[in-house]
């Protein structure tokens, strides 16, 4: 006979784990690519000399604050939050958006960085819903 209080224990989930190392990584990343726009803006010139929607320092803010967003919420979902997932999915798609920004001065990079935030995503929604990493 089961127990009205009874719940399924949770358990714990690679793909959390996964998700929440390469969201660390993706932030660090993302670190670098903000930094990188404050300092070394000849990096990412494109055909036109500008960026698609922004200029360089703009751009560079933005990725900088991503990614740090990025690395803290992974340390969340590294720990096991709920809300930490929630927020990460969420960033991974600012992220994956973006990227296609960026795909004019670096294409090769931009599509294996959005195929990483997809893999982010997946994994986050895949795992198991009381499942920590």
């Known amino acids: 006979m089961m127990n009205a209080y009874y719940t399924e224990p949770a358990g714990r989930s690679g793909w959390l784990g996964f998700a929440g190392m390469l969201g660390v990584i993706l932030g660090f990343f993302h670190v670098i690519q903000g930094v990188i726009a404050f300092f070394r803006q000849d990096v990412y010139l494109t055909s036109g000399g500008q960026l698609l929607v922004l200029d360089y320092t703009t751009w ?4 900088l604050i991503i990614g740090v967003i990025q690395v803290a919420v992974a340390l969340g979902i590294l720990a096991g939050k709920i809300w930490a997932r929630w927020l990460g999915a969420i960033f991974a798609a600012l992220a994956m958006i ?3 920004a960026f795909l004019s001065a670096y294409p090769i990079y931009s599509v ?5 935030c997809v893999l982010v995503i997946y994994g986050l929604i895949a795992a198991p819903r009381r499942a920590t990493a």
Do not use: M, T, Y
């Open 60 to 63: 560079g803010w933005i990725w």
């Open 98 to 100: 973006g990227q296609f």
């Open 112 to 116: 294996i960085s959005i195929a990483l």
